[in-house]
């Protein structure tokens, strides 16, 4: 073997040495699993040479394999298409436990092909089940445009990617079984501050009109909901604090509108909330705005109200003022707290161990000040809150 051939060769198996590692961290970080399953079939398909890695998932109750990550089949089929247990290539690969290599896939008797898939322009497939802990949980395969007969290294390299791969992925799946359930409990207890609110609105109900008390509820809900979209969006356990608070204000402006204009605005630090406290949050911000909508703007054409965060000495300070009629003569908050103040109350002092003050502004209006210490603000996973950089 000559120099050139030798420095080739080191070249190539340091690439897949690479790319396996990377495959292996996938394993280690047990990430969620479309990230997953994205990282290795792109990191396959650039490892082996090929034009197309797939990964098919086995959906047990309907007895098939779903086309779930693929880097040349269609991406219109991509969660939607898929393979009778045993049919095709990647199916029979699937249903005996066996790699399966062909150069010429469309001759082969076993050779099945999914209209729309785009698999026509391919001509060599080599396939193989991905199987953990003596389950088979889905099948990959690998595909080429010109023809290609696969070699003894490359059926090994891949065989050792599928383990890889099946491991990563049933660590993918517990984790988010895992995410799941904590979603689940999290929705419970929300519907469950929900009910307790509704609760004590009945109890106010001769001071509050029914429609006074379906519009204050929509936008407890809304403002919960906020941070489920947040975190849908974002595929975070964690919640950026400017971010929510903005979108918020925006829900409850367009909710409960002044006859005239209004002027919400945010602005200050940023910071990143774990969900359970960033929902205590939305629902402090929706009643201490809503606080000043329906008491200190409410005669007014045109106010504004400001919101300002600020993170300092590890302490976030939210200060909510407006430029409304201000608080009445001789207001306590110790005596003067509605459901609206008695709830920002509550959930501050003892939610989150803070203090609420509520005081005249400088000018004209109501300032409204929580301050909360940024290490109270953790989940059974002993995070702390970090500001953003």
């Known amino acids: 073997m000559d120099e050139g051939t030798a420095a080739e060769l080191l070249k190539q198996k340091t690439a897949q040495l690479a790319a396996v590692r990377e495959i292996s961290r996938a394993i280690a970080e047990a990430q969620d699993l479309e990230t997953t399953l994205k990282l290795i079939t792109a990191r396959t398909t650039e490892l082996m040479g090929v034009q ?19 880097t040349g089949l269609n ?3 991509i969660g939607h298409m898929t393979l009778p247990r045993g049919i095709g290539l990647t199916g029979w690969a699937a249903e005996h436990g066996q790699l399966v290599a062909v150069a010429d896939a469309k001759s082969d008797p076993r050779f099945y092909r999914v209209v729309g898939s785009g698999e026509g322009r391919f001509s060599s497939l080599m396939a193989t089940p991905l199987t953990t ?22 059926i090994e390299l891949f065989r050792f990617i599928s383990e890889l791969a099946a491991t ?8 988010h079984a895992a995410v799941v359930q904590e979603i689940h409990h ?23 009109t029914p429609q006074d008390i379906l519009y204050e509820t929509i936008n407890r809900v809304l403002s919960i909901a906020t941070v489920h979209e947040i975190l849908a969006q ?52 929706n009643e201490l705005v809503q606080n000043a909508l329906e008491h200190s703007l409410v005669h007014q054409k045109e106010g504004w109200v400001r919101i300002q965060l600020t993170v300092a000495q590890e302490y976030l300070y939210v200060t909510v003022t ?15 707290r509605g459901l609206g103040l008695e709830l920002v109350y509550t959930m501050v002092s003892e939610d989150l161990e803070g203090t609420f003050t509520l005081e005249p502004a400088p000018n004209k209006g109501t300032r409204a000040t929580i301050q909360v210490p940024i290490l109270k603000m953790k989940e059974p996973e002993a995070y702390v809150a970090h500001r953003f950089t």
Do not use: W
Not at 52 to 70: F, R, T, V, W
Not at 168 to 175: I, S
């Open 168 to 175: 990563a992925l049933e660590k993918a799946k517990m984790v």
């Open 186 to 208: 999290r929705v419970k207890n929300n519907l469950q501050t929900i009910t307790m609110l509704l609760r004590l609105q009945v109890a106010q109900a001769d001071h509050l």
């Open 234 to 285: 974002e595929h975070h356990t964690h919640v950026g604090l400017k971010l929510l608070v903005k979108q918020v204000a925006q829900l409850i402006a367009a909710n409960m509108t002044l006859n005239g204009r209004l002027n919400i605005t945010v602005d200050g630090d940023d910071l990143s909330l774990p969900s359970q406290f960033a929902t205590n949050l939305a629902l402090i911000i």
């Open 52 to 70: 197309s890695c797939s990964i098919y998932l086995y959906n047990q109750e309907e007895d098939l394999l779903m086309l779930e990550a693929s």
């Open 322 to 336: 407006d430029d409304g009629r201000g608080l009445p003569p001789n207001f306590s908050l110790e005596t003067n």
């Open 75 to 77: 991406k219109a089929g």
């Open 133 to 154: 802990l003596g389950k088979v949980i889905g099948a990959a395969n690998v595909q080429t445009i010109p023809p290609h007969t696969f070699t003894e290294d490359e």
